[in-house]
């Protein structure tokens, strides 16, 4: 197995860990969240629309860390395309293949511009 294979087999090990943890991170933040008690599906009675920071400062500030964690896994979920974008620029330029490196320098300029615009802070 060659040098580039080798570090492609290791993203993808990667990328896989990290689904499962981000997986987890969110289960676990769910599960903490039960109650066993009451109407479970009551707070999805009415929708109201609240931005992202002021509910998560609303969270933090209330101590509600099943939420936060399930935010974490999420996060850490989102993140995993723009890493493996990452990376493979990184692998073109140790290949000296420029102009596909270029290519994934803008397509992860397009991820982030576009996971910019739709977060609603």
């Known amino acids: 197995m060659n040098e580039l294979e080798n570090l492609e087999l ?3 090990k990667f990328l896989r860990f990290g689904v499962i943890f981000a997986g987890v991170v969110m289960l676990i933040g769910w599960v903490s969240q039960i109650k066993l ?3 479970p599906f009551f707070s999805f009675k009415q929708y109201d ?11 933090i500030y209330h101590k509600h860390w099943g939420v936060l964690t399930s935010y974490a896994g999420l996060g ?4 995993l395309p723009l890493i493996r974008v990452f ?3 990184i692998i073109f330029i140790k ?12 397509v992860l300029l397009g ?10 802070l």
């Open 95 to 106: 290949q000296k293949e420029y102009a596909l490196a270029m290519i994934a320098g803008v």
């Open 49 to 59: 629309y609240i931005p992202f920071s002021d509910l998560l400062k609303f969270h």
């Open 87 to 89: 990376l493979t620029a």
């Open 10 to 12: 290791k993203i993808s």
């Open 37 to 39: 008690s009451g109407n």
């Open 111 to 120: 991820l982030i511009v576009s996971m910019s615009l739709g977060i609603e």
């Open 76 to 79: 850490i979920l989102i993140s």
